[in-house]
């Protein structure tokens, strides 16, 4: 070649990303791409000699919430280490904009609490204090319904009227002109779980351009409501001409186990229909997600404070109580669900300790300790519920249209994000997909595995030249140990790196080197859609 590499990497099992493979090669990187892929003796002044190694694209997390934390822990060590090098964020109906009137008030805690001095209201502005952050991996957006909602709406219940619609989507507008992939929606979160299927197709028809929106939906119901909420994405679906992709997609609740081939079922249909259905999964049987979820849909209405007045009313406190017990008739039940976080010191001694146990040490039912926690913590608690079926991850994870998605945000193993005992996802989803489930197991092949992590997630999204070891593809490369990749976060420790993980390149840049971070490089983009 008549110009140097950057970086050559030698004698390379190559997966592709795109299903090919693995063929031996060498893979040479220049100014953030791959311009060469063959079997000639090149020189470099940077070599990397991968023998024994897999060299794959970089993994693309299409769950991530990091939206906050990534402004916190930049370096996105949680991440980097495991073999992600681009986030899809803004899921679940929440997004880092617009912050809005009562949208930018209910984030406040969440930005103080990881001791964010910037405050933004769309998200340009948000965009570039995130690149004056020069993040380790690269980040893509989707738009927040909820965001959407509260800024025009606050968290009152009732349906939108048109001029409220309106509103919102000259506002999602012109967050995808800022580069957002989407909308997300969270339809167990306020005010998203004020919002009905009408409401939904009317903001949709209003957003879309002509292009296919991408949709993205926490389900109104992963349990007890599961089909009827598949059914509802694919309403959004056929009528308002979107592209959806469930987000991470389960069976809640041993008594909605049976569910999962009725499910599926449904999804299949829908694809041979014609329709552009995906979904993503987490390798774990345990949720995470806060703690007022237990309560009614009403408990919400108004906001945090009105939330908060109606836990201390005597009365309504009944009420609650008598929605959980009726929710989940067996007390054995708060057995399976872990505080993950809490905010406040002295509460740190439930972290880690299920409901159950927590009411034990305090002579309390499950239902009235939820409700004391909940008030204690300002309503400031992260749990994990373990909730879901082995057998059924397996049927997820096999299927044709699943990718995979952390649900969690970049951490540091130190500092303002390393708190808590978080779900450990957030430290070894991807080489837990990829050593047990698809290498350990065989629930498809290394270059099947690999594919659902870089390709296809890339080609779902919009995202372009990304997901490919192809020459011109930006050089987001990871390469690792068939043979010893493997989590090490538990849900006691999850604060553990994860092993198999050799290096890591983002946009040419080398980020994890034989296993460890440099934490000088920095080479992270903001990723925006072309056109929606």
């Excluded at 738009?143 to 800024?151: D, Q």
């Excluded at 774990?284 to 836990?311: F, H, I, K, M, V």
Aim: include cysteine; glycine fraction near 10%.
């Amino acid at each position: 070649m008549k110009e140097p590499l950057d970086i050559l990497i030698r004698n390379a099992l190559v997966y592709d990303g795109g299903g090919g493979g693995p063929f031996k090669a060498s893979v040479g990187i220049r100014d953030a791409r791959i311009v060469y892929i063959g079997n000639d003796k090149i020189d470099s002044s940077g070599i990397i000699d991968s023998d024994g190694l897999a060299l794959c694209p970089g993994f693309i997390d299409t769950h991530s919430h990091s939206e906050f934390s990534i402004l916190a822990a930049p370096q996105c060590e949680s991440k980097i280490m495991q073999g992600v090098t681009t986030e899809i964020n803004g899921n679940c109906g929440l997004s880092a904009a617009p912050l809005l009137g009562e949208a930018g008030k209910r984030r406040e805690a969440d930005l103080n609490e990881l001791e964010i001095s910037e405050r933004w209201s769309e998200f340009a502005g948000y965009l570039d204090i995130l690149q004056m952050r020069n993040p380790s991996i690269n980040f893509a957006t989707l738009t927040g319904h909820n965001n959407l909602r509260a800024s025009v709406k606050g968290y009152a219940g009732g349906r939108a009227d048109d001029n409220e619609i309106s509103k919102m989507a000259e506002l999602a507008r012109k967050s995808f002109d800022s580069g957002s992939l989407g909308l997300s929606t969270g339809l167990i979160y306020p005010p998203g779980i004020f919002t009905d299927t009408e409401e939904l197709l009317r903001l949709v028809r209003a957003i879309n351009r002509g292009e296919k929106l991408m949709y993205t939906s926490h389900m109104r119901s992963e349990g007890d409501r599961l089909i009827e909420s598949i059914e509802e994405v694919l309403t959004i679906c056929r009528e308002g001409r979107a592209r959806v992709h469930i987000s991470h997609i389960k069976t809640a609740g041993k008594k909605n186990w049976h569910k999962v081939d009725v499910a599926l079922d449904i999804i299949n249909s829908a694809v041979d229909e014609g329709l552009e259905v995906t979904f993503d999964r987490y390798p774990y049987t345990g949720s995470s997600t806060d703690l007022d979820t237990l309560l009614p849909s009403w408990a919400y209405e108004g906001g945090n404070d009105e939330e908060c007045r109606r836990l201390r009313d005597k009365s309504t406190r009944k009420r609650f109580v008598e929605h959980m017990k009726s929710a989940h008739e067996e007390k054995e039940y708060y057995g399976s669900v872990v505080i993950a976080s809490v905010y406040n010191e002295e509460n740190r001694w439930m972290e880690g300790r299920s409901v159950l146990d927590v009411a034990g040490a305090t002579g309390l039912t499950p239902e009235d300790a939820v409700i004391d926690i909940l008030l204690k913590e300002n309503l400031r608690v992260t749990v994990i519920f373990l909730s879901m079926s082995e057998d059924n991850l397996r049927k997820f994870l096999v299927h044709p249209r699943c990718m995979i998605g952390s649900d969690s945000s970049v951490r540091s193993f130190e500092g303002v994000t390393a708190k808590g005992k978080p779900h450990p996802r957030g430290f070894g989803t991807f080489p837990r997909f990829l050593g047990k489930y698809v290498i350990g197991e065989g629930l498809m092949s290394l270059k099947e595995g690999i594919r659902r992590i870089t390709s296809l997630p890339a080609e779902t999204f919009g995202i372009k030249d990304r997901g490919k070891i192809r020459e011109g593809y930006c050089a987001d490369i990871v390469i690792l140990d068939p043979e010893s990749i493997k989590d090490t976060a538990t849900y006691e420790e999850p604060f553990r790196k994860p092993q198999g993980i050799e290096y890591v390149i983002v946009n040419g840049k080398v980020v994890v080197h034989k296993g460890m971070l440099n934490p000088n490089a920095k080479p992270g983009m903001i990723i925006k859609a072309d056109n929606i």
